[in-house]
């Protein structure tokens, strides 16, 4: 072995000793979009969880109606016609419950969407599905980013005959768009992506 054959060998020794105390270069993965059809299976699973507190609630409301039009003499016998002040309480009562319950599924919605988009980037669904909602940059949303998200749905509710449209349109946007984000992604800069 010549003296340069050496000094060549050293130096190469040293490279490789320099290079494994070096910290490894750890390139992320590309964000893969979630499909339509995965973000509508995690919105069905979160309906459903919902749901099943609202069935509780609205059948606890509307036992009285019920009781009301079932007691003695809030029919009529002989003409078989409900008893017009019944008929009038039992429409008002029926408004409000419906108001009241109008109310408390979007604040339960919101404040189920909120708080787990905001905590962990999925709601339950989600999390079954295998798929996340974070920022345009990749990080984790926040709170305000998941509150952003979530104000189309009760916003459009309040909108007679075109808020029916507008969540509608909200829903089946993310089928035409590059990015495949809904109304409320924009709003929010977020994308549904698969974990």
Known sequence: MSIEDFQMYEQWNREREAESHREPVVRP???????WGSRVGAYLIDSILLGIPMLFFAWDQMRPVIASLSQPGAIDPITGQTDPELLRQTIADTAGMQLKFSLISVLLATVYYVVCHGSMGQSLGKMLLGIKLVRADGANPTFADA????????TAGF????GGLIILVNGLWPLWDDNKQSLGDKMARTQVVRV
């Open 29 to 35: 993965r590309p964000m893969v979009l979630a499909s």
């Open 147 to 154: 509150f952003k998200r979530s104000l189309v749905h009760p």
């Open 159 to 162: 909108i007679p005959v075109a």
